[in-house]
């Protein structure tokens, strides 16, 4: 009985991304999230005899700007194939997919909590259709089926096993969902299940051969698949350490568990039964166009990283923070009145950042492109600050109150955003209006003032007054600064 410690963990994985397109990859039919159930279905979809597939140009430039970015080769030859297997949710009885990959090669840069970077190489990327969704209903033995998702066009991503274990993988899928929306062919929202991933997972001695593979699926978000890989590693690591052989089987991960389970034993290898599509003909890609679409690729999340903390100055976290957000960088830097233009970027950064956001996520929504708050108002917010007239985040003019053994900073220009979302008045209107607060500052400061605003006190008289009155008014009165 050996130690699970000598033991080395491989894992590679394979990504499904739904290609963001108006339409389905081999039909007209639109492709669409949450509509009712078996609207949005074509003949071809449903399995009809004589139907015919016709590619959607749109999806075959999503999977060539994805290899690109990846930094693969692309095939100047293309070709679709038919991976046989039923499913009460794909009627045809095959899969349309693509056998030899349309993009080969390749690496994403993984970065761990030092900075150090790591390649994880790309096995391939292949183009092919999504299939239905199938949902069992609770207390019978019935299955229904929504066909609204087959055909949708789909990206198979899939790694070299040179992932170590479930952090690493975490931080892969985020680095790849990161480029996937940047370069504009995949939205990756979860919910939607527009980003899925499956997980390879083997132990083996050091030098040794890989030991027997486990496929990990319907792992539900992202973090889910760390905990569930990790889980499967330390399971094969206990088997093999106790002298027990780890079954080639597909597995799943219980959240109430903590733990894998079986889904089925493979016993021998699946043969899907490829042929070649006979409806869809070779693709000749020149390499013209593929230098074409190359011109069309934007700024990759790394280079922005490393851009936006050389010119602006600003931390490594917040840069990460605007790089993950689609759109934050673009509302960071390329709004229409250009926010950072002559302004202090990291405090530009620091709202966006951690108030900006705050007031997003309030109102869930995940993309900068659909703020309410126009770069141009944050930006005559930022100005209010640099001239003095409200405090900030940086620049501030910040008092710590202890009034009944409670700490206050006030950070005015913190306060005003919440309202810029609300309002429509002007940025000026809103730090000059009374709008009541439930800090103790604001509270004393209203019966002091004859308007509880928040315009910076320059005057120093005017802040010891205010002070004075602060402790005077207070039933109890904390230590002495």
Known sequence: MGSTQLLTALVGLEVHAQIFSKFKVFSKVKALFGEKPNTLVSLLDAGFPGTLPVLNRRCLDAAIITGLALRGNISNYVTFDRKHYF??????????????PIVTGGYVIVKDERGMGREIRIEGVHLEQDSGKSFELQGTKAT??????????????????????????????????????????????????????DANVSVHSPGGPPGTRVELKNVSGAKS????????????????????????????????????????????????????????????????????????????????????????????????????????????????????QGRKASLVASLVVYDVMKELNKQKIENFEDCPLPPERLGILVDAVAEGIVSGTTSSFKIMFRINHCSTAVSNAKLVIPHLFASSKSVAQIIEEVIPTTSSASILLSSTRSKNNWRQIDDPEEAERFCRSCFSNSPVVGDPF
């Open 144 to 197: 229904l089926v929504d066909l609204n998702r087959c055909g949708v066009g789909l990206l198979e991503i899939v790694t070299k096993p040179d992932l170590r274990n479930g952090q690493e993988a975490l931080t892969f899928v985020r680095e790849l969902r990161r480029i996937l929306q940047e370069i504009g062919v995949c939205t990756a929202k979860v919910a939607a299940g527009e980003m899925r991933v």
């Open 225 to 340: 698949l760390r905990e569930a890989i990790d889980q499967e590693i330390d399971r094969q690591k206990e088997l093999t350490t106790s002298g027990y052989a780890v079954s080639r089987e597909t597995r799943s991960y219980s959240l109430r568990s903590r733990s894998t389970f079986v889904k089925r034993v493979k016993e021998s290898l699946e043969d899907y039964r490829y042929l070649p599509e006979p409806d869809l003909p070779a693709i000749l890609v020149p390499k013209s166009y593929v230098e074409h679409l190359r011109t069309r690729l934007p700024e990759l999340p790394l280079n922005t990283l490393s851009r936006i903390s050389k010119q602006y100055g600003i931390g490594t976290r917040q840069c990460q923070i605007l790089v993950a957000r689609p759109g934050a960088v673009q509302y960071f830097e390329k709004g229409s009145e250009k926010v950072c």
């Open 87 to 100: 499913y009460s949710d794909l009627p045809l009885g095959y899969q349309i997919t693509q056998k030899t």
